[in-house]
């Protein structure tokens, strides 16, 4: 079982940066790839950037150049630096991770909002 627990999330002016946390705990060993989606209102959940144990790097094109995904395998935490945000990066953020078994987890999602 793992658990993640997100943090960083709130309001921003356009052009503003954030930062999101995202802590897993339990088999963190057993983690694979680790990242991020996000859902705003009225839309499907998407990809945002995800990062796999090996270090490959997957970025949604709305975010490329903008936002960038780090991560500490051996703490189980999975970061998402934001800048140049926009209002259209309004969302709920969700930290994901699966495992190499096959399972997904999600976080409880962090709102950002992005408004002057």
């Known amino acids: 079982q793992v658990q993640l627990v997100e943090s960083g999330g709130g309001l921003v002016q356009p052009g503003g940066s954030l930062r999101l946390s995202c802590a897993a705990s339990g088999s963190i060993f057993s983690l694979n790839v680790m990242g991020w989606y996000r859902q705003a209102p009225g839309k499907e959940r998407e990809l945002v950037a995800t990062?796999?144990?090996?270090?490959?790097?997957r970025y949604a094109d709305s975010v490329k150049e903008r936002f960038t995904i780090s991560r500490d395998n051996a703490k189980g935490t999975v970061f998402l630096q934001m800048n140049s945000l926009k209002p259209e990066d309004t969302a709920v953020y969700y930290c994901?991770?699966?495992?190499?078994?096959?399972?997904?987890?999600w976080g409880q999602g962090a709102q950002v909002t992005v408004s002057s």
């Open positions: 994901y991770c699966n495992t190499f078994a096959g399972r997904a987890y």
């Open positions: 990062n796999s144990r090996a270090g490959s790097t």
